[in-house]
């Protein structure tokens, strides 16, 4: 980091163990899929910075409890094809406002928060996982912000979509796009225009698949299956569970079965 000159990358070739490190200039670090042990902390103000191909890996380091934190404010954050599992806190805390932080490609597992926005403006996840994480998106209200979601997964999360009410006049403006998916409820605050009242949102698990294609309802797969005769049978089945069929898609089933299905 000293060696380098602002807008430069620095890639990894072994795996690195060093406690905390500062950012202190606009940088991008290429891991190269080697496995940080620490903490990365970004402290140039309206900074550019680049994280990718980390694997985050704290070994329950109780001296570093976050893997990525803001502590300047910051212009932008890409942090893209990253893990991050045995952080005492999380993975990402824009503890300073991050006014644009694209995450994309990272799965997390195990830890408390995901991504914990206290200050910004734009928040990005795409094809963003979480597994037994009990807060995979934590926003604090400080300020008015913009979230998009597009194709994440939440397994096993206590709470994997959650406002923090700090204000009642400050919106969080959610935007859900591909196919988001969780397995449990999401207590949150009001998602489409602040209430200051928390209200239970749920993305729907997928019932159904026909290829690697999810549906959220029996009734949608049913409707997108003309082209069963070419996938064939392996490719096309439910995860029912505890749904419950409506006398016209039990129906449009057993007509599928009989007659498009080999």
Not at 55 to 72: G, H, L, Q, R
Not at 135 to 153: D, E, F, I, K
Request: proline share 2%; glycine share 8%.
């Amino acid at each position: 980091i000293t060696a380098a000159a602002a807008g430069q990358t620095i890639t990894l070739i072994d795996d690195v163990n060093e406690g905390v490190v500062t950012f202190n200039k606009n940088l991008t670090l290429d891991g190269a899929d080697n496995t940080f042990k620490g903490g990365i902390y970004l402290n140039k103000a309206n900074g550019y910075f680049t994280i990718k191909n980390v694997n985050f890996d704290n070994d329950d380091n109780e001296d570093v409890i976050y893997a990525i934190k803001s502590t300047s404010s910051v212009t932008q954050l890409n942090v893209e094809n990253c893990t991050c599992v045995d952080y005492t806190w999380g993975f990402i805390h824009a503890n300073k406002a991050v006014a644009n932080l694209n995450v994309k490609d990272v799965t997390v597992n195990g830890i408390t928060y995901g991504v914990h926005s206290v200050y910004g403006t734009n928040i990005t996840l795409d094809n963003y996982k979480a597994i037994d994480t009990d807060y995979a998106l934590m926003v604090q209200n400080h300020g008015s912000r913009n979230v998009t979601l597009n194709n994440c997964t939440f397994e096993g999360c206590e709470k994997p979509i959650h406002v923090w009410e700090r204000n009642q006049t400050n919106k969080i403006s959610f935007t859900f796009t591909g196919d988001n998916v969780s397995d449990t409820e999401m207590p949150t605050g009001d998602m489409y225009g602040y209430t200051g009242k928390e209200t239970n949102v749920t993305i729907a698990k997928n019932v159904a698949k026909i290829g690697d294609k999810g549906y959220k309802s029996l009734a949608e797969a049913l409707e997108n299956a003309s082209g069963l005769k070419n996938v064939g049978p392996a490719s096309f089945f439910f995860e029912i569970g505890q749904t419950e069929l409506s006398a016209k898609e039990l129906k449009h089933l057993d007509f599928y079965l009989a007659n498009v299905l080999p």
